[in-house]
């Protein structure tokens, strides 16, 4: 049989497959993948910048794994599934003690922990902020409030959720000061849970004010409100330490909802909290078919072992402050390209800014991308004007470096207006 080409898979696609489960910014179709890069169906190699979205954040080739038997036999227990549990609770916040939920993917484990804080508290309603992205199931989505990715064609959505104002670390003391304004007005015996991307991923790797998370952690504590955190982008050392939540000082959160590269490359979500936080649901209240499988369970704690080394973690942060140097000297050399730049640990974003009139930023983002496309290099942009850079934590430096330089090339051709739509 031919293998098709690229073009005739992309054309097949767009008559066959339905358009939401796309962001088809850029034309490509995946053939294979190994270590940090994508191949297309022509052959082509891409690096991946973006580590497939963060869910293939120690790149593309498994690491070898224990047996894990020949097919997914639901809702029983296994030893697999018990020893990886108790390799994420080391890593949980303050040492635990805790419990593990498996699910499938990030939307669902956040509809579980709506859930959860509901039969935790006995009262229903749920915060979290303007930008937050927690997924696409009705809950999650309920509590999404990243541009463009709620629209009136699904309502109505679920109800007694409330959407407070974000600030993230750069914002002015008054800024600051309205938002926590907006969380003094809370009727907090009504509040079953704070759902918080600490370090809002999709909207730009923005970091929560530190002030606005102690505040909303220090009502949390005192009125008896579950503090849950959405850590499916960024956990595992995305930002630095294993959780984003461990760059605020002393929280402790009552659960950490987690998905993406946990499993290795096979759908795996999870929610990790204090037991009693974990027990407030009942045998089935929130089981899969598929949730948990020995296979994703052996594959992730291959995954967690491979990057739970020393060496790893001193290689992660030279390759963390390469970035961050490589970037912000970028910056400097084309502040009228590259507006601002934010992100932190192994996460950053290029606010893309168009130095030609006419053409408009989200555009001159878009012929960014496009460019280190044509140079084998894959990016993605976040909502508007955002470039998102995500590399693998493994990604050889020399790699790296290399992906580095085609961002540069592409910068420095918008800036002498070589790029055109
Ligand atoms: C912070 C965050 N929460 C939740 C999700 C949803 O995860 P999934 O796409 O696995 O349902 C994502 C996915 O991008 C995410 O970034």
Request: net charge negative; with cysteine.
């Amino acid at each position: 049989m031919n293998t098709p080409s690229s073009a005739q898979i992309l054309k097949d696609d767009a008559a066959i497959i339905a358009g939401y489960q796309h962001i088809a910014e850029l034309p490509l179709a995946v053939k294979s993948a190994h270590g940090c890069f994508l191949v297309d169906a022509d052959g082509k190699e891409y690096l991946d910048f973006t580590s497939g979205a963060c869910t293939m954040c120690m790149g593309y080739d498994r690491p070898q794994c224990q047996e894990f038997g020949s097919f997914p036999f639901p809702y029983a227990s296994g030893a697999v599934q018990v020893e990886y549990a108790k390799a994420l609770a080391r890593h949980f916040p303050g040492g635990g003690p805790v419990k593990v939920g498996f699910g499938i993917c990030g939307s669902e484990a956040v509809d579980g922990a709506i859930k959860l804080c509901r039969a935790f508290t006995k009262r229903s309603k749920i915060v979290s902020f303007a930008g937050d992205y927690h997924g696409t199931t009705y809950g999650a989505a309920s509590l999404t409030s990243l541009p463009g990715r709620l629209s009136d064609a699904f309502g109505p959505m679920l109800e007694d959720i409330e959407i407070l104002p974000f600030c993230d670390e750069t914002a002015s003391d008054e800024d600051i000061d309205n938002c926590l304004l907006e969380l003094a007005y809370l009727d907090y015996e009504s509040i079953a849970g704070f759902i918080i991307e600490p370090i809002q991923g999709d909207m730009g790797m923005l970091p929560m004010h530190q002030k606005l998370m102690q505040s909303i952690y220090g009502i949390a504590r005192t009125w008896g409100i579950a503090f849950v955190v959405d850590e499916v982008q960024m956990a595992f050392g995305r930002t630095g330490p294993f959780f984003s939540i461990e760059n605020y000082d002393g929280i402790i959160p009552d659960a950490v909802v987690v998905g993406k590269t946990m499993g290795g490359g096979i759908p795996l979500s999870a929610i990790i909290g204090n037991p009693n936080f974990m027990d407030s649901l009942g045998p089935c209240e929130h089981a899969f078919s598929m949730a948990g499988t020995a296979e994703a369970c052996a594959r992730g704690l291959a995954m967690l072992q491979q990057l739970d080394t020393p060496k790893m973690r001193q290689g992660m942060e030279e390759r963390s402050s390469l970035l961050y140097q490589s970037l912000y000297a970028l910056q400097e050399k084309y502040p009228e390209v590259i507006e601002k730049i934010t992100g932190i640990g192994y996460s950053f974003a290029l606010w893309i800014k168009s130095p030609q009139p006419g053409l408009d930023d989200d555009d001159a983002a878009v012929l960014v991308i496009r460019r280190c496309f044509e140079q084998g290099l894959y990016l993605m942009r976040l909502g508007a004007n955002w470039l998102r850079i995500q590399p693998q934590f493994n990604i050889p430096m020399d790699e790296l470096q290399r992906g580095l330089n085609i961002i540069a090339q592409a910068v420095a051709d918008l800036r002498a207006g070589k790029l055109s739509a």
